[in-house]
Nanobody, 121 residues
Framework: QVQLVESGGGLVQSGGSLSISCAAT????????MGWYRQVPGKQREMVAL???????KYGDSVEGRFTISRDNAKKTVYLQMNSLKPEDTAAYYC???????????????WGQGTQVTVSS
């Protein structure tokens, strides 16, 4: 069974930095894109950053230039470095990955349980 296990998050002051990570575990044959979405209660989930298997990244407009996504394929882990944080970055951050398992013939999309990031003003 595949799981995405997130770590990091917490409370930080406006202008500060925070890093979160997400490790994929289970019977994994391959991982395509990995990334992060965030969600505030009552609002739609928003794409924060995505990274392809070869390292090509794209970012949401609101975080471009402040956040950096990276991945370690050997560790099956994706990272999000968040700098110059603003109160509006406060949200639950969800890891996602397109994973093909050993017993599947095509990738499926998996989600982590979410980690809270709170930025105080």
């Amino acid at each position: 069974q595949v799981q995405l296990v997130e770590s990091g998050g917490g409370l930080v002051q406006s202008g500060g930095s925070l890093s979160i990570s997400c490790a994929a575990t289970g019977s994994i044959w391959g991982i395509n894109a990995m990334g992060w979405y965030r969600q505030v209660p009552g609002k739609q989930r928003e794409m924060v950053a995505l990274i392809g298997s070869h390292g090509t990244a794209k970012y949401g407009d609101s975080v471009e230039g402040r956040f950096t996504i990276s991945r370690d394929n050997a560790k099956k882990t994706v990272y999000l470095q968040m700098n110059s944080l603003k109160p509006e970055d406060t949200a639950a951050y969800y890891c996602t990955a397109q994973i093909e398992t050993m017993d599947a013939d095509r990738p499926d999309t998996y989600w982590g349980q979410g980690t809270q990031v709170t930025v105080s003003s």
